[in-house]
């Protein structure tokens, strides 16, 4: 499913034009969905009639859409009074007919404005934000919070046209003086701002409603959400005559005398996602606590010194000879990053095959952020898989620049770095070097723990094993994954006491739910 943005929302409305649709015609078609959606979702034309119903009109085109509306509301029997929350362009073009079919205008923004409102909420049934939508463009202040708050403490129902008002399109940011809805009745396509803030207390439930737009019009739009369906059809294929060696291999490399868990859930995780066989090489200080704790998989020592350091030459001889037949690596988990990681990851970047494809977690990217220009050092296919700590130390800028634009600095971290990349967070993204850019459906504040990004790298892993072609592909489709586990984990535990083995735990559940459903 296609998430716009606000600009790009702005170019499909003026190809719309160019395809014959005018503006006219959409908002048109966007008051009439948005009436019937309401009347729907009374029932029928007899439970409208009657209906006490406020329409807030803000400045620009959501107002707009708000009084045709009220219009078709008003001449199928409600009583529909529309509250101009701001001033409105002349002549408003939109305003006579709603008046003319029985609408009464009242202006909010006088000095008894508020108190008129708060006097009419008494006895309505229900609010609509038509406010503002996807112009929004600054916080908002008096009078028009003023009026906002006198509805929020009115407790009356609101359906939020496109938005609801103080919600970002873009970044999903919410202004604490806007309306949070019941209902948010979405124009055309979905916005970003809100799949990315995941936050459904200030949108409450959410339906597109079909405007109109023409076909085609969609290619413009760079991001998508991942639903299950396209999970499902990303899902390797498992011939039934499959041996092991069908599946592909994974190679982890991580772990040290400090760090031990953090490679033993990659692995435990690796080995839930479909690959064939599972290869660990891990420093002998760390292999002789824990090789061999996932059964499934084939433990290596690494070569250390005596304090339990990586020896970085023999050590990244040993990773590349384990990696020579391996049709994935994952590199990071647990690693550490002193000067002997450094170095060994360095030299075993630098000797790999150069068409294996690589997931690069945790201590390997902050290793690589210390590298001047690494990635012109290794010609390897990759997946990075930074949170946006990670993020910052790679790009050079701060945590706080990341998280105010995830989607752009994703995007350019993919193009700067030419591989895919993971920037994780509520509502994780993908980004390819290409400029495709695909956004997770989850959003669990349970993964935000240690350990859950090994997880994830490891069922990344192990899934780019068995189709080591599709890097995007894959990385989305093991966000997907992790995320439908851990939706899972929540709802036995709670976000709260949820932990990353309980995900790993799971990881099988898609398989099995989609195979199922496969089989009906
Ligand atoms: N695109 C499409 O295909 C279609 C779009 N449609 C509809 O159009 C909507 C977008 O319309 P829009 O562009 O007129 O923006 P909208 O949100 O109504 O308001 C902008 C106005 O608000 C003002 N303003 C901004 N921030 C403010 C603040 N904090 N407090 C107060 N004022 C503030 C801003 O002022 P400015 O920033 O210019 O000074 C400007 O005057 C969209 O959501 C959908 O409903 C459909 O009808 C048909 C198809
Ligand atoms: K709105």
Known sequence: MKLVTAAEMQAIEESSVEAGVSLDDLMENAGLAVAEAIRDDLGTHAELFGKRIVILIGP?????????????????????TAVLCANRKTPD?????????????????????????????????????????TGASRPIAEPLSSLLFTVLESAVPVVALDLPTGLNSDTGEYDVAGLPAETTLVLGYPKIGPALSGDFTVTGESSVLDIGIPDGLDSQITATLITADDATELLPERPIDGHKGTFGSTLIVGGSKDYLGAV????????????????????????????????EAMYRPLESHANGDLSPTEAALTAIEMASRRTSIVVGPGLGSNSSATEFVSTLLSQLQPDQPVVLDADALNILAKTYRWWERFENPAVLTPHPGE?????????????????????????????????????????????????????????????SGDVLAGLLGGLVAQQPEDLFEMASLAVFI????AD?????????????????????????????????
């Open 60 to 80: 620009g085109n959501n107002g707009a859409d708000g009084f045709v509306a009220g219009r078709h509301l008003s001449n199928w029997g409600a009583k529909v």
């Open 264 to 295: 033993t859930m990659a692995t435990d995780a690796a080995t839930r996602s479909g690959a064939g066989l599972t290869f660990v090489a891990t420093p002998k200080s760390a292999y002789d606590r824990i090789g061999g704790l996932v059964p």
């Open 93 to 133: 073009l939109k305003r006579d007919p709603a008046e003319q079919a029985g609408v009464t205008v009242e202006d909010g923004l006088t000095d008894s404005g508020t108190q008129l409102l708060q006097q009419r909420l008494a006895t309505t049934d229900l609010v609509i934000d038509a406010v503002l939508g």
């Open 488 to 520: 899972s984990a929540r709802s036995e535990f709670g976000e709260t006491g949820m932990r990353p083995t309980d995900v790993i735990s799971r990881l099988g559940s898609f398989y099995r739910d989609t195979v199922q459903v496969d089989r009906q």
């Open 482 to 485: 992790h995320g439908y586990a």
């Open 391 to 451: 993020m910052s130390r790679l790009l050079g800028i701060s945590t706080e620049q990341v998280q105010l634009n995830r989607l752009a600095i994703a995007l350019e971290a993919a193009e700067k770095f030419n591989r895919v990349v993971v920037l994780k967070g509520a509502a994780t993204l993908i980004a390819s070097p290409d400029g495709r850019l695909n956004v997770s459906p989850w959003v669990n504040s349970g993964l935000a723990k240690g350990g």
